[in-house]
């Protein structure tokens, strides 16, 4: 790391406005006395990707990256990790000193180190909610947690194919069922929600009165009907903002070459959602 250069860093992404990025970003680069780094956002669409990446000069340390540009992305490069690689979805950009533009996916570990961290290491069985481009990153961290099938509940064949195809890519287990029967997910010991705002609220009255734990991706609007529900059962319930949190602790870990203040970067976190509901 160039010890006393201005650095760069931002993430791009459409829409990004209320990307919490730079919040956590920002408060690691004051907790570890980076005051010459810097942090932004950009609205950046695929049409615009490739003029953004080569108008880069050599101040810039990293991108994080959100959708629609996870996929886009990889052509542009020249390396992908083996994580990335997995899901064909690229999260993270490195910028090296020596020019090159390396690609990673800290959504991986970073649902691992949020699920950890609140206890949960090994399930025999799992269940996603979803089948999104979030939802093959939950079965790529459920390769190192869930040790038996993941019961993937989707609402069309196409999705269904899709979740396959990452199932056998991923080395995972996978039977899919109907949306229509996804009250039957939350009898798994582990259930990862990853559909989009609203669509898992008819769920909450399903909840058992003992579940396990719920890993739900969603951070705005905190908490979700299901989330909430759950939480009151005295049951684990890991937020979006806890996976948020952990993929950029490995994010500004890569750029700056120093351990990242997981703490600090929650609090921020925690202090700008707040913000937005008041």
């Avoid at 810097?38 to 990256?65: H, K, M, N, P, Q």
């Avoid at 996603?128 to 093959?136: D, E, Q």
Wanted: aromatic letters at 4%; proline letters at 5%.
């Amino acid at each position: 790391m160039r010890s006393n250069e201005a650095r760069r860093a931002a993430v791009l992404g459409s829409p990004i406005a209320h990307s919490l990025s730079p919040v956590l970003h920002r408060a690691a680069y004051t907790e570890l006395g980076l005051d010459h780094w810097s942090y932004d956002r950009f609205e950046v669409d695929e049409a615009g990707l490739s003029g953004f990446i080569e108008g880069l000069d050599s101040t810039w340390a990293g991108l994080s990256l959100t959708m629609p540009l996870k996929r886009a992305i990889m052509p542009m490069l020249d390396g992908i990790s083996d994580t990335a690689a997995s899901v064909e979805a690229v999260n993270t950009v490195v910028l090296t000193e020596d020019g090159r533009r390396l690609g990673d996916n800290t959504d991986i570990p970073g649902m691992v180190a949020a699920l950890r961290e609140r206890g949960v290491e090994k399930v025999e069985t799992a269940a996603v909610l979803g089948a999104g481009a979030t939802a093959s990153s939950a079965l790529a961290a459920l390769t190192e947690i869930c040790t038996g099938p993941v019961t993937a509940y989707v609402r069309s064949a196409v999705r269904a194919d899709e979740m396959r195809g990452w199932g056998a890519r991923l080395g995972v287990d996978v039977r899919i069922a109907d949306w229509a029967g996804a009250d039957e997910a939350l009898r798994a010991p582990l259930v990862i929600a990853t559909a989009p705002a609203g669509a898992t609220d008819a769920l909450a009255g399903a909840v058992p009165s003992t579940p396990g734990t719920l890993f739900d991706v969603l951070y705005d609007p905190w908490p979700t009907a299901l989330a909430s529900r759950w939480a009151a059962t005295g049951a684990g319930v890991v937020g979006g903002l806890d996976l948020l949190v952990h993929q950029a602790v490995l994010q500004v870990e890569q750029m700056t070459g120093l351990d990242a203040p997981l703490a600090v970067m929650r609090a921020a976190g925690e202090a700008a959602l707040a913000a937005r509901t008041h």
